[in-house]
């Protein structure tokens, strides 16, 4: 007889271990791509990105996703409150603060091995079946997002099942794996002690991208315990450059990924005189304007109360007519 579909903490455990590996991420078989040839400068601005990464670097990752004028704009933003970049390029991103308050409550150990034990410890068969029913939601919804373009639809259908499959033969079902893996992740989150817009915000985007990178280090030590290396994927990225346009190029990148060989298309645009991952600025940009418009909105707000009182007390002093 076939279990059921797990219960939601089984789908958001192994939802969570599966769909944290999505970082420049595609599969096309292809020639492999020479490892001692020159780097590009586009090649080496992704390989630098992927080094910041696997060194737990979220500040130098932020530093060099944008232009330095960028960035300090970047900054303002999640100083105002109207931005939490690059924490929003995450996997899941909505899910980033209820994930930390719920690995950061006191009795959270205690809690979380109690789920485990209950509704997935020894059920291979209901993870695997869980895997695979989220392989085939992601493809479906990946179909039916209409802001990637038909490449980055295909690029993302294909990790999907690759992450799907890892998933499925992962011992994701292991008590003393979990222990472990739930002790690691618990501990870090308290340090970090970034569970709330209120901290996020008292730390600064700079501050609270340092306090992370501890725990980015945690959840991929975690990861690999389960056979998914995402050191090795970053470490081991290869690049070369496609064609560039004046400031436009296109970079084939390949690295290793849960056993298998990935192969992607990255677009680059040169701004400023350096190269940055074409959707990211394209983010970024629109995560700008938008702070800009709101910011706007609310100093003219401002500005029409400072008015008001002005002439509510203006009024006020005037001498009566007689």
């Known amino acids: 007889m076939s279990m059921p579909l ?74 105002q409150g109207r931005s939490r970049w690059p924490l929003t390029e995450l996997p899941l991103d909505g899910q980033f603060l209820p994930m930390m308050a719920a690995l950061s409550r006191p009795d ?20 695997r079946q869980a895997a695979h029913s989220m392989g085939l939601f992601g493809v479906q919804y990946l179909r039916n997002q209409s802001d990637y373009s038909d490449t980055e639809r295909a690029h993302y259908t294909q990790v999907v099942d690759a992450l799907s499959r890892w998933a499925a033969a992962a011992p994701l079902t292991d008590k003393q794996r979990a222990r472990t893996t739930i002790t690691l992740l618990t501990a870090t989150a308290r340090t970090a002690a970034l569970s709330t817009e209120d ?22 030590t975690a990861l690999a ?41 990255v677009r680059m645009t040169r701004r400023d005189g350096h190269w940055y991952v074409t959707r990211t600025l394209e983010d970024t940009d629109a995560l700008l304007q938008a702070a800009d418009a709101a910011q706007a909105e609310h100093d003219a707000a401002k500005a029409a109360e400072a008015e008001a009182a002005a002439a509510v007390k203006d009024g006020a002093s005037a001498p009566a007519k007689p």
Not at 33 to 38: F, N, S
Not at 241 to 264: F, M, N
């Open 108 to 127: 959270a150990p205690q809690r979380l091995q109690r789920a485990f034990d209950a509704q997935i410890a020894g059920q291979a068969t209901g993870v």
């Open 6 to 79: 797990m219960p939601g903490r089984c789908r958001e455990w192994v939802l969570a271990l599966s769909f944290c590996g999505l970082v420049l991420l595609s599969a096309c078989k292809r020639d492999q791509i020479d490892p001692d040839a020159p780097a590009a400068e586009p090649v080496a601005a992704l390989r630098q990105l992927a080094r910041h990464v696997a060194d737990n670097d979220l500040v130098g990752y932020a530093q060099a996703s944008v232009p330095p004028a960028q960035y300090d704009r970047l900054q303002a933003a999640w100083a």
């Open 225 to 265: 315990s389960y056979g998914l290396s995402l050191d090795t994927a970053l470490t081991e990225l290869r690049g070369e450059l496609v064609s560039q346009q004046g400031d436009t190029a296109v970079v084939r990148i390949q690295y290793p990924l849960a056993g298998e060989q990935i192969d992607a298309q």
């Open 199 to 220: 901290q996020l915000q008292a730390a600064g985007m700079e501050g609270s991208l340092r306090r992370l990178g501890p725990f980015a280090k945690a959840f991929k």
